[in-house]
């Protein structure tokens, strides 16, 4: 019977995928004849109450609901509608045009990390600079009445959803056509179907704003006790680790967190959810006991509403679903394995959220926690160690390289790049993180409710440990090994695959793999080293082979290496009488 629900859950998962990634609408009434044959299958299976036939009947209920329910929310989407292209006049000119724009009213609708938003667009007319005058003509009432979504890239004043925005549009400031750059994806995916840079001091006439929602007020509330306490870039780590966007960062140490493999920190994750969840069952915990319903279910309301102010982005609400079902669990009794959580949370967030669902964001959280819940039990028992520090380091190690080696497959293909020093620096990183964002939630807590005092004592360990985190981000980003490939067949999709299949023969293999003990030691400590640092020599060495195979360094890493290369020869090529000499020069 499990592995007939089973089948159908994995079944139900690939059509769903099938059907939101081909853009496919389906008409509302086969959702309900879906919905009725999961209904006629799930009655019959409870009135035979036979083994087989009971099991094949449940399966096909859990299918055909799960895909009514899709089918009905796909139905629900509506097509973007396409700009006019009297939008797109000024495009294409081989220089910028300054003496001919076009007059936009843009409607934020919703905002996807700071500087990033998708606007509903229409064109008020068309303007002419004569004499340093503009000379304004309205535009026809069928492109006026005319709404188009766009991607909006604009910094500096943070807008929210309602704000209207008059924009001139010319110069450098024109729409651009969506390719098939990854970026341009992203934002045919988010439903728009052009592209907009402005700056607030060439292009923005006006803006008007309704009062902002109890959301946008808590934000700027937090913002502002961070900005009291943080200055620099630790005050954007902060604001990245709190609010968990990323956009937050400046561009050059977000560069070099995307170099180090470490960018997933700064987005909202399990692992933000994970640490909130541990701060208020830890002591309910101890005082009921671990899996008690009400240890287990106090800190729920508290995620749910962390989920609420973030905007319940993919990868958190898989964190909350995850959460959910593990108090649910506790709660009637029951055991869940990493199997059947993965599946029902996959079902539940394509249920619930099917657009995010079938994006790379909730493909890298799923591939993640999969590694993690399903291989590093495995990994960790090929090793024994008895020590206690190098037992904590070695699982630490395990759970990092099985994220990894999930992950990068997917990283490679739909980004072509690789962090071979990812693992290592995680390593380091996460424990770091581990404790910085407990006491940022802390602190921050203690702030918005008046603690000022207590606050301030939390605040010390807090700056110093977000100040600790910067400056080995900013030391140790020469030394990232970031690889960039041409060809989706690369070094780390072929490691992380040959140690996915190795992991599966050590978990469904045990007897035979007791007989094969070290062979299996040697091949996980030699794969992991290949996804690791030492992978990039290898892919070096692969260089003249096959250059889409091997990859090449990234430009940052390939200045810092040649300007560490300068400073060291110069440091060898120095005498002793220079230095006595300058000695005597400045004396």
Known sequence: MRLSITAAKVVSIGIGLYLLLSSHRAAFEIGLICGAIGLIACVSAFLLNQSRLYATLVGISILAIVCALLIVQISRFE?????PEQWFSLTGAARPIYNQSLLAELEIRSNISPGIYVANGTIQGQAWKKRRQWWFAEANPPIREKQFPVLLLLKGT??????RIQARVYGRGVPEHLTDSSF???ARRQGATSLLRLSPRYHILSTTCPEPDLRIRIKRRIAAVLSSRLTGRELDSAMGFILGQ???????LKQRATELGILHVFAASGMHLAILYGLLLIPMAFLLGRKHPVAVCAPLPLCIAYCWLLGFPVSLSRALVFVSLYALSCVLNRRLTSKETILNSAIILMVWMPREFATLSSALSFAAVAGILYFSAPAISIVSVRIKL???LWKQSVVTICATICTAPILVLALGNHSFMGPLINLLLVPLTDLVL??????????LFGFGVIASIVWIPARGLTSAFVGITESIAPLSLFYKYDSPIALPVCTAVLLLCLLVWVRHSPEFCGRMFRFARAATVLLACVIGPPGALLSKAFLPFAPGFAGQASDRFEKERKRMGEDLLSIISRSPDDDSHGESDGS
Do not use: Q
Request: aromatic share 18%; with cysteine; hydrophobic share 40%.
């Open 438 to 447: 407990p006491l940022l939630f802390l602190a921050t807590t203690l702030d």
């Open 246 to 252: 990323a956009g937050y960062m400046d561009r050059d």
């Open 390 to 392: 190098l037992s904590f």
């Open 158 to 163: 943070e807008y929210f959803p309602g704000c």
């Open 184 to 186: 341009h994806k992203y």
């Open 79 to 83: 097509d973007p509608a396409d700009a």
